[in-house]
C-alpha cells in the first residue's frame, strides 16, 4: 500500500525479475487549481443506467485472491455495467490512524481502486489468475484540502473501462464526493 502523504505525491511502477521486485517513478502528477475545468461526474445518470450490486458479496467474491481486512472493506455500495462503474466508499475517519498526515488516507484511496479488481467489472473470473492495475499515467489532484475541510462520510469512485486487450485493461477514474466535486482524477490506471 502506497501512502499519499499531503507534500508530495508519488508515482510509482513496480516490476518483478526473477527473484525481485524493482520500483520505478512514472507518473505525470500535477495539481489543478482551476476546479471549474473538470469534468464532473453526471451521479444520478450513472446510477439509472448501471445495476446496483448485492454489497453483501462484493468482498465474499474477491477472496480468492484478496483477504481485506475491515479497516480496507470500505465499498459500501457498487453500481455498475459493462465498462463503467460507481462506487460508495466509507470514509468514517474515526477509524482510521493518521488521518491528518494524508491527503486521502492509503485505506481510503485502496478502497477506491478495488473495483478496479473485481471480477464482475474485469470479466476475469480465472481464480488462479487476476488482474492488478500496477500504473498510471496521469493523476492529478484537483483540491488538495476537500477531504479534511469538509469532513465526508462517503467518497465516490467513478471508473470508466478505456480500452481492453486481452494482457491488459485500461481505466479512467475520478475520485469525487457525493454531490460530484471532483477530487483527484486518475488517468490510464492499467497492469
Not at 484478496?66 to 468514517?92: H, S
Amino acid at each position: 500500500m502506497l501512502p499519499l502523504p499531503k507534500d508530495k505525491l508519488l508515482g510509482l511502477e513496480f516490476a518483478q525479475t526473477a527473484l525481485q521486485w524493482k520500483v520505478n517513478s512514472l507518473v505525470d502528477a500535477t495539481f489543478s487549481a482551476n476546479v471549474s475545468e473538470v469534468q464532473r461526474i453526471p451521479i444520478q445518470d450513472v446510477r439509472s443506467r448501471c445495476k446496483k450490486l448485492r454489497i453483501d458479496r462484493f468482498y465474499k467474491e474477491l477472496k480468492y485472491f484478496a483477504q481485506y481486512g475491515p479497516l480496507f472493506r470500505r465499498v459500501v455500495e457498487c453500481n455498475i455495467q459493462e465498462g463503467e462503474a460507481l462506487v460508495k466508499v466509507d470514509v468514517n475517519i474515526t477509524t482510521l490512524p493518521n488521518i491528518h498526515k494524508y491527503i486521502i488516507h492509503p485505506s481510503i484511496l485502496d478502497a477506491c481502486f478495488h473495483i478496479m479488481v473485481h471480477p464482475i467489472f474485469t470479466g476475469n473470473t480465472n481464480s488462479v489468475a487476476y488482474y492488478l492495475p500496477s500504473k498510471v499515467k496521469r493523476a492529478v489532484l484537483h483540491d488538495v484540502n476537500y477531504f479534511h475541510q469538509h469532513g465526508l462520510d462517503f467518497m465516490l469512485s467513478y471508473v470508466v473501462l478505456k480500452s481492453w486487450k486481452p494482457d491488459t485493461l485500461e481505466f479512467n477514474m475520478r475520485i469525487c464526493e457525493q454531490t460530484d466535486h471532483v477530487i483527484c482524477t486518475l488517468l490510464g490506471f492499467c497492469g
